[in-house]
């Protein structure tokens, strides 16, 4: 997608009468500051489909807790699952699960290389954003203070590419060493921040 709201986003969809389209909106900060300020996100203009202006939208927020929160969710009724996924485009906006088993508590940190871009929780805690294709910051901070001796939960929301491959056979990804996180003992941040061009924000990377 872009990040210019002068740019029209086109893609082909196959779609019949009475079809429900949903757009995820990923919500982001702004330049509030220099010759910049103007920094529209979301969806600035009319969504049209074969000419015509699709309208009647419903606008609700994802209710991460339902899925991060130990307390909710599928935590405690179980009415949410995490599940292996079948002939399915990876490069699809997903949920992953996974465990951290640990015998001593300590600080860490979780490195999201690989990865392209998301939100991590651990515990039901938020690590935060992670982008590490932009850097400079590869690692999420893990306090030793959100983690428990034993079994921790993290939970995953990748917005873009998760580096899960398929083994073309069965239909199944690959659960191998390319579709998990490691937490290492140092932060990943030895760089400066890179000038990004325009060219980047367009989403043509």
């Known amino acids: 997608m872009t990040n210019d709201p002068s740019i029209t986003t086109t893609l082909n969809v196959t779609a019949t009468e009475g079809d429900i389209l949903d757009i995820l909106v990923e919500n982001q900060g702004r330049i509030n500051y220099g010759s910049h300020i103007n920094d529209s996100k979301g969806i600035v203009g009319n969504v049209t489909l074969a000419g015509g202006v699709l309208q009647s939208w419903n606008i609700?927020?994802?209710?991460?807790?339902a899925v991060i929160n130990p307390s909710h969710g599928y935590h405690k009724n179980n009415k949410l699952k995490f599940k292996s996924i079948k002939n399915t485009d990876v490069q699809t906006?997903?949920?992953y699960s996974g465990t951290l088993s640990i015998d001593t508590v300590q600080d860490t940190f979780l490195n999201t290389k690989g990865w392209?871009?998301?939100q991590a929780y651990i515990n039901g805690f938020n690590l935060g954003r992670y982008w590490p294709v932009v850097g400079p910051q590869v690692?999420?901070?893990v306090?030793?203070?959100v983690l428990n001796t034993g079994d921790n939960n993290l939970i995953v929301f990748e917005l873009e590419n998760a580096p899960c491959s398929d083994d073309g056979y069965h239909g199944n990804r690959v659960?191998?060493?390319?579709c998990q996180f490691h937490f290492i003992d140092r932060p990943i941040i030895n760089s400066t921040v890179s000038a990004?061009?325009?060219?980047y924000w367009m989403g043509k990377y």
Do not use: E, I
Request: aromatic letters at 20%.
């Open 196 to 199: 990004v061009d325009d060219y």
């Open 175 to 178: 659960w191998d060493d390319t």
């Open 139 to 141: 690692t999420l901070f």
């Open 60 to 65: 609700y927020s994802l209710d991460l807790d």
């Open 116 to 118: 392209t871009k998301g």
């Open 93 to 95: 906006p997903s949920f």
């Open 143 to 145: 306090p030793a203070s």
